[in-house]
């Protein structure tokens, strides 16, 4: 079932949503369950499409052939991630990043429309139709090699509810970290080290 891809793809996944909890948390600025669940969802569709479709592309391509790529397609990915991470630690200002997840996450007061400090259920959908799309290209990478649509939509849902949770938890003293300033670059690794071994296994 390759069940460590699965688990590592469902962390690498979500690390995004531990760094928004990061962001939010040092700003006090609460993200209630439902909108947080909210988020969980709509990365657990996106998942499963893209790793769906990818499935229907490998039915295509030798097996050997489609773990290859992949695999690869993962690597680049979890190496884009590390781009953009480095690229964003040197930007000067939200307008000069890279994403709009990442100017979200520099600004979220683009989030938190009516200011009370809590991101409702109807502000939520930007923050998760963000993150969905991030799920789009790994997934799709994934479903290639064959990993269980089912199996990796359920991680990367549980994983989204614990890290937007536990991000908006530790904020305060996490956000300004080394862990905090390169989640996504970390993630970038784990995803690179899935890849090199759904080519190897």
Known sequence: MHWLSILGIGLAANLDNLGIGFSFGARSTKI??????????LSIISAYASITFG???ANYIPPAFANWIGGSMIIIIGLWSIKTNIKEMNAIGPTETSSELANLLKNPARVDRNGDNIISWTESWTLGL??????IASGFGAGVTGVSALGTTLSIGVFSLLTVALGVRVGKQIAQTWFGRYSNAIGGL???GIGIYEIVV
Do not use: E, R
């Not at 963000?130 to 799920?135: D, E, M, P, Q």
């Open 190 to 192: 784990i995803l690179i």
């Open 32 to 41: 209630p369950f439902s909108s947080n669940l909210l988020i969980a969802i």
């Open 130 to 135: 963000a993150l969905a799309l991030n799920c």
């Open 55 to 57: 499935h229907l592309v």
